[in-house]
């Protein structure tokens, strides 16, 4: 989305809060393909204090991409301290990202890939938009589905045919005030479908009898942005419980980072105009790295705000990408350029840095 001279170039990644990295990740890779290493670190995140209790906690993170297109996933451990569960069962139409989805070539192949792996997937079925579709939940308990890719960077070679993150399901409390946030401030403009069901042929859910509103919304065509090309199209779904239970947090009594999906993370270009629209719209950063981070192998500038229902959505400005570590090759664009997306060659270069 282009407005007020900041780009909205896609979902670069969605955040993972787990209790082992390398673990899980190797899991991913398996399951998904999300095999291309962009960094790796260990530091401590003295931005993030609102969020942790006050206090500086140390982590590592690592950021990894399917070259085949789609957001990544920065997969996060709290090193200085036990990454924490929810202390209750966090159902269907808890507040926050309770899915993220990915994308594929083929979903009943995806769905039989992720069943000879042993994974616990659920049935393969049709959406209410009639597209096939399957739900599927990682060893960390953190559900994931699969849906039919839109747009695509390549082929995508792994043998589960997926590409990257192609979006998310979130909970949300008011409908009305969620769905001016998503459409009006993130971009996603366009109604695919808007539904009250329940969830209960799907198997999948405890509290999946319940009744929901569903609305899915998209953007028709891939944005504007040096990454654009490669992040492609993608889709947020917001459900709200439309029966008397209450919905809860989340990431209640809990910290960012904790155990779960811990944001929703978009790429940027033009940090200070989308600061400026944030503060007009009423959602305010409530973090700000300012100038640059630096991750070691990647640097930029971070920022969060908070939904209607206060989960986090990131914003990350790329100014450094690795693209050869071996050699020290790096993309800088920290002083801006006036392509609309960066050449697709420059970009299948980061595959490079692919880890089996």
Known sequence: MKNNNFHLNGIQQMGIGVPNVQEIWSWYRKAFGLDVRIFEEAAPAPLMTRYTGGEVHHRTAT????????GGFEIWQFTSRPTQKADFEIQLGDLGVFICKIKSEDVLHTHRHLSQMGADVSQAFKDPAGRWTCYVKDPNGNYFQIVEGRSWFGKSKHPSKCGGVAGAVIGVSDM??????YKNLLGFDTLIYDKNETFDDYQFFKRGQELYRRVLLTHLKEREGYFAQLLGITEIELIQLETPIKARPIFE???WGDWGFIHLCFDVQGMEALKERCADFGTPFTVDSDNSFDMGEAAGRFSYIEDPDGYWIEFVETHKVPVFKKLGLYLNLKQGSKLKHLPKWMLKAMGI???K
């Open 253 to 255: 009594n809990r910290f």
């Open 176 to 181: 009305t005030k969620s769905l001016d946030f």
């Open 353 to 355: 840095n692919r880890v």
């Open 63 to 70: 950021l990894a991409l399917n070259m085949a297109g789609g």
